[in-house]
């Protein structure tokens, strides 16, 4: 199997000016060098740092790149020994004797910025990043961060070889998720209590991955002078315009507002179902009881399906789409060893997305790479920006990409749904409510385990179960707490990427902001969509949000009306 994307250019669309054609990333040796060079240029005046500039972003896309591609191979196949052989070694290797040059190329940054006239509009955003990332530095952390690298690593490789034996098959747990949606209620259960075990199967080692990461992140907070590892995790995602009350002020409003209508749709699947109770296995079912809806059998056939729609939302996003898959830009399909989840990964040097998923022929399967295609055209279409650090962009923006194209893409699901498309746009918006409460769920989690240092790991699963009973009261988890203790193992939020998921809370309520306006102009709420996306992060968050059409604000005031909206949406349909 290819590590990915076929090279179908005779010449790179983006050549090299800087770094030579042949220089080759798998050692430190090759990368030092031009480092060294720009550390110790002369930049006498504004056209000589920007073209230093452009030599630094060159460089870090050529590094990165390098590491890139031995991540995305590794979670192509994580019980390939070479390919996680080739990712640690540059995970160990190559990538922490870079830290310390990084330093002193932020510092020579911002003190060049301070001492020439350089436009404020085109450069504000890179500075306030730069001095953000010089105050969280601190050498004595970056074997710290490799470690902490290794154990997420460690993460992958566990959850990507769990399987479960069903009727003689050997099926990974993104297979066995086909059978929670059958109408048979025995072989949901069945199911799900067989994906639960090989889960709990592997409890203790993720106990103790999650114990090891937990401190580990703490010292390196500590470590930069912060008090804790919320406050560096919101430095370090560059959370400048929000803050953790507000985050919690959110999970509030959500509790006020979205648990009660995600508590009525449960109530009415619990009735349409004819159950006295409902259970964990009754979740993914139609609440109508019919068959699941299998829109596909192939990858093929649900490529082709997005490329039909992708092409009805907007040509040039259709035209898009087409180009990634012609350079082998999807790697769609569930199999052993496979990393679980999905991902949109760029490679910086190409520009070009890169599309992972675990796609086993059902509804959610097309969401997905709805999903994932919003953020490949997020990418695309800032590419052409020169600054590599204004080619990556907020993350709560880069949630509004992949939810809006969601949102944009279901006039057109027929494409996969013939006469059933109504049922599935209606799955679509009920999954926004029932998501919002599981959102605050994750995220208060993490608040919790950060702040809350004295706890351990019993305290830390009774947190869990507490924090369901606060968003989603309404399902019988009796007879199963030690499947609810341990269910956030799944989360793989909480092992790889801390406190990245309230995102996906705020970029909902951008992206139900876009569909309203979809409802009311549809070609104009496009056009609105892709400039924002085009800004890449040129401009704070808020602009980015207001060049989309919408505004960034997740109080009370703007989710109360957007729920108001899509309940209103579930009933006409």
């Known amino acids: ?20 054609q042949d220089a080759d990333f798998d050692a430190w040796e090759t990368a030092e060098k031009y480092y060294r060079e720009l550390s110790e240029r002369a930049i006498a005046s504004a056209e000589q740092f920007e073209q230093w500039l452009l030599d630094y972003s060159e460089l870090d896309a050529c590094f990165d790149e390098e590491g890139t591609r031995r991540y995305v ?21 190559v990538r922490p004797p870079r830290e310390p040059w990084q330093h002193k190329l932020r510092q020579k940054l911002i003190e060049s910025a301070e001492r020439l006239e350089l436009p404020t509009q085109r450069y504000e955003v890179l500075t306030r990043s730069v001095r953000n990332a010089i105050e969280l530095y601190r050498e004595e952390n970056i074997p710290l961060l490799v470690e902490d690298g290794k154990l997420r690593q460690q993460y992958q490789k566990i959850t990507g070889g769990i399987t479960c034996m069903h009727q003689g098959k050997e099926l990974t747990l993104q297979q066995m998720g086909r059978y929670l949606e059958e109408p048979d209620r025995q072989v949901r259960e069945g199911a799900w209590r067989l994906m639960g075990d090989c889960f709990l199967a592997e409890a203790d080692p993720l106990d103790q991955l999650y114990e090891q990461m937990v401190k580990l992140r703490h010292q390196v907070a500590l470590n930069a002078g912060c008090s804790d590892y919320r406050e560096y995790a919101f430095k370090g995602y560059e959370r400048f315009d929000y803050t953790p009350e507000d985050c919690l002020a959110f999970h509030e409003a959500i509790e006020q507002v979205v648990t009660p209508a995600a508590t009525k749709l449960t109530i009415e699947r619990q009735s349409r179902l ?16 019919r068959a699941p809806l299998r829109p596909f059998e192939t990858d093929e056939q649900l490529a082709d399906g997005c490329h039909r729609i992708f092409h009805k939302v907007h040509a040039e996003l259709g035209r898009v789409f087409d180009t990634l898959r012609a350079r082998g830009a999807l790697d769609l399909g569930s199999r052993k060893g496979k990393a679980p989840g999905g991902y949109q990964e760029t490679f910086p040097e190409r520009r070009l997305p890169f599309i992972f998923m675990n796609a086993v022929g059902t509804e959610g399967d097309v969401g997905t790479l709805l999903h994932e295609g919003g953020h490949a055209f997020h990418t695309w279409a800032c590419r052409h920006e020169p600054l590599l650090a204004y080619r990556h962009y907020p993350i709560e923006f880069a949630e509004v990409a992949s939810m809006s194209m969601e949102c944009l893409a279901q006039p057109y699901v027929q494409e996969f749904f013939g006469k059933d498309a109504s049922r599935a746009r209606k799955r679509h918006f009920r999954d926004i409510i029932t998501i919002l409460p599981w959102i605050a769920r994750v995220d208060a989690f993490q608040h919790y385990v950060y702040t809350n240092l004295d706890h351990d790991a019993q305290r830390r699963k009774d947190e869990w179960v507490k924090l369901r009973q606060r968003f989603d009261g309404h399902v019988d988890w009796s007879g199963l707490e030690r499947y609810d203790r ?37 070609e104009q709420a496009v056009a609105l969509y892709r400039n924002g996306l085009a800004l890449g992060g040129a401009r704070p968050l808020p602009e980015l949000f207001e060049a989309a059409g919408c505004k960034f604000d997740f109080t009370e005031a703007t989710l109360r009306p957007l ?9 006409r349909l």
Do not use: C
Request: no cysteine; charged share 30%; net charge negative.
């Open 73 to 93: 191979a590794m979670t192509r196949q994580t019980d390939d020994a070479e390919r996680e052989r080739r990712y640690l070694h540059f995970l160990e290797h």
């Open 274 to 289: 004819g159950l006295d109770t409902l259970r964990p296995w009754d979740l993914a079912v139609d609440p109508e009881n």
């Open 563 to 571: 729920i108001d909206a899509v309940m209103e949406e579930i009933e």
């Open 486 to 522: 341990h269910s956030w193992h799944r989360k793989l939020h909480f092992f790889e990427v801390p406190f990245y998921y309230i995102e996906y809370g705020i970029a909902q309520l951008g992206a139900l902001q876009v569909w309203l306006n979809s409802r009311k102009d549809y």
């Open 1 to 20: 199997m290819p590590d990915a994307l076929h090279n179908t250019e005779e010449a790179p669309e983006f050549p090299r000016h800087f770094v030579a």
